[in-house]
């Protein structure tokens, strides 16, 4: 006998509790946006792989190993995308929703796919709520970004998490950092981990984000960022820091936050957790403002964020808010007691239903008291009884099942029920 199907590794299910907890999560992104007037903007999930190549660049972890891509003949290459970013640039450009230099906010969400290996709050198939800002190079947007990501884990109930931030410099200074960091990290290759000996030609800087000890070690003697920052990108990324503690918004710098991404320019952030474990990013984003003409579109200042669902609701369900668990309660459990109180149920309950009841029925005739039993599983507040006395008369039976309070209704008249 051939085993039953399971699901591919890092790719789950979203079981009710879960989806529920999306939910919320998602209407309150939608609320969040809404008062920060962000536009949905929802780009497909598969796209040209050249756009991720081009956009997150060749050399990081994302596009050298964790694409899913599928090759069809001669067609172009396509991958499910890993990130929303890079096809939000792409919906910009092509549907020219930046023209006249017009400021276009947008948020999606929604799936992506990265081949990574699984862990506790790393899936292969995960969500995301991604925020882009387009047309405006201050800090002062760089402040309304993360106030909206501030507003929105504060809204979830997630008080407790830190904002890191660090500016990662513009192509004037950054090749200057880069280089002095290679120096210094070239002499110290043998004690390097291999990813980071690898990392050490093509992308020095997330050297200072791996968590091997003996990496980590060595990076605390490392040049630092701050000060090789050029006067514009200081005089930003000081602007930014005024901005967030007008808003009241704690955060901390931190000189070795570097991101997994090549877009980056200037402002770099995370909100993180010690509830996560390692993959204690709860949210990451940053500036990219040279991304847009890279992929061939008008020169456009921008900014973002996303962050996971599946590591909020990690976090909100360890915060004590177990009501959001709860599968919603149903208005009536309605109670067949005889065969022949099926179809004249099949019928009030469609009414009820399209007066907007929220109706549990399971359609198997039963006794009184199991039905019961089912309408407490149910967590139903009345419990509507079609016995042979109430179908002899044309009427049903409600019990409010907390007052124990009964009233007879008319089954042809579910407006008063
Ligand atoms: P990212 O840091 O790669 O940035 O991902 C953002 C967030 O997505 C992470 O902080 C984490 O919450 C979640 N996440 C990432 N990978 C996984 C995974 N394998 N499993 C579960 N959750 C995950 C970006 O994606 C950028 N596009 C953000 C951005 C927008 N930058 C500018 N605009």
């Known amino acids: 006998m051939s085993l039953p199907p399971t699901a591919v590794r890092g790719f789950k299910d979203i079981l009710p509790e879960q989806a529920r907890l999306f939910r919320f999560i998602e209407e309150t992104a939608r609320v969040v946006a809404e008062r920060f007037n962000y536009q949905e903007l929802c780009p497909p999930i598969l796209e040209k792989t050249e756009l991720f190549t081009r956009g997150i660049g060749e050399d990081t972890d994302i596009v050298e190993k964790e694409m899913y891509t599928i090759v069809e003949g001669s067609a172009d290459s396509l991958s499910l995308r890993p990130e929303a970013t890079a096809g939000m640039v792409r919906a910009l450009i092509e549907n020219n929703l930046a023209q006249g230099g017009k ?18 709050g790393r899936l292969r198939q995960f969500h995301q709520l991604d925020v882009e800002v387009f047309g405006t190079p201050g800090p002062y947007i760089d402040a309304e970004v993360i106030d909206f990501l501030h507003t929105f884990l504060t809204k979830l109930g997630l008080n407790d998490l830190s904002v890191v931030l660090n500016s990662l410099g513009c192509p004037d200074c ?28 093509r992308n020095p800087l997330r050297i200072l984000d791996c ?31 005024d ?3 007008a808003l009241n918004i704690n955060f901390v710098v931190d000189d070795k936050l570097v991101r997994g991404l090549d877009y980056y320019t ?17 949210a990451g984003g940053g500036r990219y403002d040279g991304l847009c003409l890279k992929l061939g579109g008008p020169d456009i200042p921008a900014i973002g964020f996303a962050s996971g669902l599946e590591r909020l609701a990690m976090l909100i369900e360890q915060s004590n808010q177990s009501f959001l668990l709860a599968p919603p309660s149903p208005d009536y459990y309605i109670a067949l007691l005889v065969q022949e109180a099926l179809a004249p149920a099949m019928i009030l309950v469609q009414k009820l239903r399209a007066l907007g009841q929220k109706i549990s029925c399971d359609w ?25 006395d109430e179908l002899a008369q044309g009427l049903a039976t409600v019990r409010d099942l907390n007052t124990k309070e009964q009233v007879c209704i008319p089954i042809n008249q579910p407006d008063l029920f």
Request: charged letters at 25%; a positive charge; aromatic letters at 6%.
């Open 266 to 282: 200037r402002t770099a952030f995370e909100v993180q957790s010690g509830q996560l474990g390692a993959q204690n990013a709860a």
């Open 103 to 120: 400021i276009a906010k947008f948020f999606c969400l929604g799936p992506m796919f990265r081949r990574e290996r699984p862990q506790k």
């Open 364 to 388: 198997e005739v039963g006794s009184l008291k199991s039905r019961l039993r089912q309408a407490d599983k149910a967590k139903a507040s009345k419990i509507l009884i079609l016995g042979p």
């Open 174 to 201: 950054r090749p200057l950092f880069r280089k002095a960091l290679s120096a210094f990290l070239e002499q110290k290759r043998p004690a390097l981990c291999l990813d980071c000996q690898r990392r050490l030609e």
């Open 243 to 245: 901005s967030l503690k």
């Open 211 to 241: 968590k091997n000890p003996s990496c980590c070690a060595l990076t605390l003697q490392a040049p630092s960022l701050s000060s090789f920052r050029c006067l514009k990108c200081q005089e930003h990324f000081d602007g930014l820091q």
